[in-house]
């Protein structure tokens, strides 16, 4: 199994920064895919930003430019940098691991709130 726990949330003002982070324990060897989802109240999840094992990595287009996801891999760890936040970036943010062999974990969430 895999645990993942995010820190990193809070409250920042429009146009601040904030960097995420999340760290997994467990059997995570092997090909994997690491994500950041978001959920604002009342709406559906949707993808963040996403990194792979050899650090490809896509973006929502809302994000691009703003946004930059990494990944140690020596640690465990996937970070996500956010720059020029907006209010409309306000939600809860998940961490998610996609094992190559099928195996989908959750972090318990990390609340951003952005101030006008």
């Known amino acids: 199994q895999v645990q993942l726990v995010e820190s990193g949330g809070g409250l920042v003002q429009a146009g601040g920064s904030r960097r995420l982070s999340c760290a997994a324990s467990?059997?995570?060897?092997?090909?994997?895919?690491m994500g950041w989802y978001r959920q604002a109240r009342g709406k559906e999840r949707e993808l963040v930003a996403a990194?792979?094992?050899?650090?490809?990595?896509n973006y929502a287009d809302s994000v691009k430019g703003r946004f930059t996801i990494s990944r140690d891999n020596g640690k465990s760890t996937m970070y996500l940098q956010m720059n020029g936040l907006k209010p409309e970036d306000t939600g809860v943010y998940y961490c998610?691991?996609?094992?190559?062999?099928?195996?989908?974990?959750w972090g318990q969430g990390t609340q951003v709130t952005v101030s006008s």
């Open positions: 998610n691991v996609l094992m190559d062999w099928g195996g989908d974990f």
């Open positions: 467990g059997s995570i060897f092997g090909f994997n895919t």
């Open positions: 990194i792979n094992s050899g650090r490809g990595s």
